[in-house]
Nanobody, 123 residues
């Protein structure tokens, strides 16, 4: 089993920055593809960013150039640096891990999920 715990969410003004962390425990996920998703009220869960063991990355178009996903395999931790935040980035952000090593953007491709951390961007 894998447990994922997110941290780093909070309230920030538009244009500000936050750094989310996702610490994995239990079975190591250092070789698994990892992703960040978000879900705003009344909306479906959306892929935000993903990374492989070798740090190949992918992003949804709306965050390209503003968000950066990274991972520290030795620490079993994945990060999401969010800059130039916008009110439309407001959501609960979830960390997720696949069983496989290939990037994927569909939530159904991910087996393990964290409990989520709230990010609120005020205008």
């Amino acid at each position: 089993q894998v447990q994922l715990v997110e941290s780093g969410g909070g309230l920030v003004q538009a244009g500000g920055s936050l750094r989310l962390s996702c610490a994995a425990s239990g079975r190591t996920v250092s070789t698994n593809a990892m992703g960040w998703f978000r879900q705003a009220p009344g909306k479906e869960r959306e892929f935000v960013a993903g990374t492989t063991y070798y740090s190949k990355t992918d992003y949804v178009d709306s965050v390209k150039g503003r968000f950066t996903i990274s991972r520290d395999n030795a620490k079993n931790t994945v990060y999401l640096q969010m800059n130039s935040l916008k009110p439309e980035d407001t959501a609960v952000y979830y960390c997720a891990a696949r069983l496989g090593v290939v990037l994927a953007s569909a939530p159904s491709e991910y087996l393990y999920w964290g409990q989520g951390t709230q990010v609120t961007v005020s205008s």
